[in-house]
């Protein structure tokens, strides 16, 4: 598949900054107004998923989509709910889903969420097509949840439900390895911040819930991902350490395998990315993969004037270019 050319997105000044782009949507958008209905499900290793239902009233039995937050988010973010809100009014039914522990309430297991986590993702979208008896599918993911989604197409596409149609994937740091590095970066200190003060939170509620397996010596001091996740993130969850983690886990790996209809949007101004998290060698090659790399939009940003943000019209475009 040919890359897509550069989207005709033109952000209005000053918003052809990178930064501004990351930075407004969580910190000046409107909340988008909706009304998300709580559920609790359980997992099949003995805890649970808290997500969100936001039903058209027009979609029932017929199309259902599954959003996934990213890094340090929750359903209840302004992204997804702006997603589901766009995307509810052109008749879909959507589920945004919660990654453990970000819910408000910590799981009952020692695991917690991580860039690699695809069986919940799986659980999720079984349960959507189970209760709703929908006739099609389709996942969109943000950053993580970008990451997450774009793994699960292509890890073991014969477990993927024959009703997941389509999939739209924003700011996905596909390199795990390198991304993480990017991060590191002086200009990006205060996302790094941001992250890494959710992260410590959390497994000081973990360390606390389960002290035989988690102390917290040297937490205070951990000021990126590295040191973190040798500590944390790979032993709990079964890597040898950081760098296996981030080998196994990156969804670039994955890509060539995807048999989904999928589209990939990269910011050229995203400042989380590096260059290799922009595939467009395999998307040359693939029969499924599109990439899009639109000048403008930062990380999770594409705002523009007006209620609906131009990630929101375009995730729509292309499923309904799709025909589901």
């Not at 909706?34 to 099949?44: A, E, K, L, V």
């Not at 992204?79 to 910590?106: I, K, Q, T």
Request: charged content about 20%; hydrophobic content about 35%.
């Amino acid at each position: 598949m040919p890359v897509c050319p550069p989207p005709p997105y033109q952000p209005p000044f000053p918003f052809t900054n990178g930064h501004l782009q990351t930075l407004f949507p969580t910190l000046l958008r409107k909340l988008p107004p909706t009304s998300p209905q709580r559920q609790r499900i359980d997992t099949p290793d003995g805890d649970f998923l808290d997500i969100d239902w936001h039903l058209s009233g027009k979609a029932h039995g017929e199309r259902v989509v599954i959003v996934s937050h990213g890094l340090e988010g929750n359903s209840r973010k302004k992204y997804p709910l702006g997603m589901a809100r766009h995307l509810n009014s052109l008749g879909w039914d959507v589920v945004c889903l919660n990654f453990r522990g970000c819910s408000g309430e910590p799981n009952r297991l020692p695991r917690f969420y991580h860039s690699g986590v695809t069986d919940d993702l799986h659980t999720v979208l079984c349960h959507a097509l189970a209760t709703g008896g929908y006739r099609k599918a389709a996942l969109i993911g943000f950053s993580m949840g970008g990451n997450q989604t774009l793994k699960y197409l292509g890890e073991d596409p014969a477990k993927v439900p024959a009703e997941v149609a389509a999939a739209v994937a924003f700011s996905v740091p596909c390199d795990l390895a390198s991304s993480s590095r990017r991060l590191e970066r002086f200009d990006n200190r205060l996302y790094m911040q941001y992250f890494m003060k959710g992260l410590r939170e959390k497994v000081k509620i973990k360390a606390e819930m389960f002290p035989e397996l988690l102390n917290t010596e040297g937490l205070a001091g951990m000021r990126t991902f590295i040191p973190f996740d040798d500590k944390y993130t790979a032993p709990i969850h079964g890597f040898r350490d950081a760098m296996d983690y981030y080998t196994r886990c990156a969804s670039l790996q994955f890509l060539d395998a995807i048999k989904v209809p999928t589209l990939l949007v990269q910011a050229a101004d995203d400042p989380f990315l590096p260059e290799s998290c922009y595939p467009l060698v395999v998307a040359e090659s693939s029969a499924y993969l599109h990439l899009e790399i639109p000048r403008y939009g930062g990380h999770v940003g594409f705002m523009q004037p007006g209620e609906v943000y131009w990630s929101e019209e375009r995730a729509a475009q292309f499923l309904e270019d799709i025909d589901i």
